[in-house]
């Protein structure tokens, strides 16, 4: 049995493959069919006849209900293990990376109770006529009431039992409780990192990529508050922070004058739109472009813009394997970029998301 990315167990029918949730490499079960297609089909798991080696008991009562973990009946070692194989398999088989450098995951010191924002949402329950307040489930669209979330911190927690005891007045109603990050103004709906625990070990996994570089210029695209462009400005001579979300460039200007930092400015606009001119003001063989943009990946203009005007290096870090290496796919094309490096994360632990930072250098002429 494989582990598919996204969490699918994949088991095999002489050569049918079929994909069942919640089943571990490694176990013997019993599966009822509940999708048949020409080349595979789904499963649901109705019983574990051996359990794998790899498999341990969740921790959360909720899972397998609640679709926010995957993992949970897997071991920490070994969801690092099948992240760091489903990473390589994607870069082989989307990207077309043969023998990439990838490192080991690097774990997370605490596997639960991590995250620092959730999504919680009420939904109207017609047939027991009462307000479901929670998660969106694993098997369909309705939501899971819960009144506990074992990968979030205990404060968000403590937040969470408030926000039931004061329930919104109707369903379809969403909800974001966060911990706001120490020393950093972070708008409602701006995004900020969900792990403070592991955070430290990415902006060092940026911090020595740029180093290792030698640049002199950093142009922070996708920068939100301006985390990773303030938290690196020692180690530049200049950097400059692009953002369409206008609150969060406010709030980045803040941070940075918080901090009193003056070699850095931040760009309120497109990153397709403002790249160019951005870049021509550096020089090229001196500057590294940091990439940080939503799991969905970036725009072709802006991938377009990175390969016609040659920076010397690019970092890209993504949540979202699968999109990163379709991007650098079109980056390292014709041998414009060199991929040196890819470093994961494991910033979610129990689900099947996964951080990575790419380390590309430019390599040759269009």
Not at 95 to 112: K, L, S
Request: proline share 8%; charged share 20%; with cysteine.
């Amino acid at each position: 049995m494989d582990l598919a990315f996204g969490g699918e167990g994949v088991g095999r029918a002489d050569d049918f493959v079929i994909f069942t949730p919640f089943t571990c490499p490694g176990d013997r079960v019993e599966i009822k069919l509940t999708e048949v297609k020409s080349s595979f089909a789904r499963g649901q798991l109705v019983r574990i006849i051996t359990p794998s080696p790899e498999r341990t008991e969740p921790v959360c009562g909720y899972f397998t209900e609640c679709g926010g973990c995957q993992y949970q009946h897997i071991d920490y070692a070994a969801q690092l293990r099948w992240k760091h194989r489903q990473i390589t398999e994607l870069f082989r088989r989307v990207g077309g990376f043969e023998g990439t450098p990838i490192a080991p995951v690097v774990p997370c010191p605490q596997p639960y109770g991590y995250r620092n924002r959730i999504l919680v949402r009420s939904q109207w329950n017609r047939p027991a006529q009462k307000l479901n307040l929670g998660f969106v489930r694993a098997d369909c669209g309705l939501v899971c009431d819960v009144e506990s979330c074992a990968i979030a911190e205990p404060a968000l927690n403590v937040a969470l039992t408030h926000w039931r005891e004061n329930p919104p007045p109707k369903g379809g109603i969403k909800t974001t409780l966060r911990i706001p990050p120490e020393g950093w103004e972070v708008p409602e709906h701006s995004f900020f990192q969900n792990n403070f625990f592991l955070l430290p070990a990415l902006l060092d996994g940026v911090r020595g990529r740029l180093k290792d570089s030698g640049i002199q210029h950093l142009v922070d695209t996708y920068c939100g508050v301006g985390f990773f462009g303030i938290s690196l400005a020692d180690a530049v001579q200049s950097f400059t922070g692009i953002e369409l979300d206008a609150p969060a460039i406010r709030a980045a200007r803040r941070n940075q004058s918080l901090r009193g930092i003056t070699n850095g400015e931040f760009i309120d606009g497109d990153a397709d739109l403002l790249l160019p001119g951005v870049l021509a003001r550096a020089d090229a063989s001196k500057t590294a472009v940091l990439l940080d943009p939503p799991r969905v990946g970036c725009r072709p203009p802006s991938l377009e813009v990175l390969r016609n005007t040659g920076p010397a290096q690019l970092l890209y870090v993504s949540c979202h394997p699968a999109t990163l290496a379709r991007d650098l796919k079109a980056l390292c094309a014709g041998g414009r970029f060199r991929l040196a490096s890819v470093e994961p994360f494991d910033m979610f632990p129990q689900t099947q998301h996964v951080e990575c930072i790419a380390d590309l250098r430019l390599a040759g002429p269009l």
